[in-house]
């Protein structure tokens, strides 16, 4: 039990789980979908903790590609750990982050993986810039500054 307390944690947005789904004409979504196996296969292997909150099941439960939608709620319900959060907690950091411009879906996975206290993951450039300027208690980056922050091989 003591290991799984020291376990790195991630947070991963649904626009990174979806990399991969994405077109991958462009060597930035190539690089980003590689990135984002590369940290699947460290979570995987057990040496880092994917956190799952209440909004990644809503979103992509709304997602309208049906092999897409069930690939992601499979790498969640496989592989994803779903801590107990203060939803209230989270509603009240959400609101105060929406006021840095993030937008309200943004805000509250950020809010959930701040309680988590888990390295956020995202490919959205916009959440990326308003994120500097808000004041966050986690590290935010991209799949490719998480694989090279963590030494991810």
Same mark, same amino acid.
């Given at each position: 039990?003591?290991d799984?307390?020291l376990?790195r944690?991630i947070?991963l947005?649904?626009?990174?789980?979806? @990399? !991969?789904?994405? =077109?991958?004409?462009? #060597? +930035?979504? &190539?690089? /980003?979908?590689?990135?984002?196996?590369? $940290?699947?296969?460290?979570?995987?292997?057990?040496s880092?903790?994917?956190?799952?909150?209440?909004?990644?099941?809503?979103?992509i439960?709304?997602?309208?590609?049906?092999?897409?939608?069930?690939?992601?709620?499979?790498?969640?319900?496989?592989?994803?750990? @779903? !801590?107990?959060? =203060?939803?209230?907690? #989270? +509603?009240? &950091?959400? /609101?105060?982050?929406?006021?840095?411009? $993030?937008?309200?879906?943004?805000?509250v996975?950020?809010?959930?993986?701040?309680?988590?206290?888990?390295?956020?993951?995202t490919v959205?450039?916009?959440l990326?810039?308003?994120?500097?300027?808000?004041?966050?208690?986690i590290?935010?980056?991209?799949?490719l500054e998480?694989?090279?922050?963590e030494?991810?091989?």
């Amino acid at each position: 039990m003591a290991d799984q307390v020291l376990l790195r944690r991630i947070y991963l947005d649904v626009c990174v789980l979806s @990399r !991969p789904f994405d =077109d991958q004409a462009q #060597a +930035r979504i &190539r690089l /980003e979908t590689e990135a984002v196996k590369l $940290i699947l296969s460290h979570v995987k292997q057990g040496s880092l903790r994917l956190i799952v909150s209440p909004i990644h099941l809503i979103e992509i439960e709304a997602i309208g590609e049906s092999e897409e939608r069930q690939t992601l709620q499979r790498i969640l319900r496989e592989m994803g750990h @779903r !801590p107990k959060f =203060d939803t209230l907690a #989270a +509603r009240r &950091r959400a /609101e105060e982050l929406t006021r840095s411009k $993030i937008g309200v879906a943004d805000a509250v996975h950020l809010a959930f993986a701040e309680q988590s206290r888990a390295d956020f993951v995202t490919v959205d450039d916009r959440l990326l810039k308003r994120a500097q300027r808000a004041d966050l208690l986690i590290w935010i980056g991209s799949p490719l500054e998480y694989c090279e922050k963590e030494n991810l091989r």
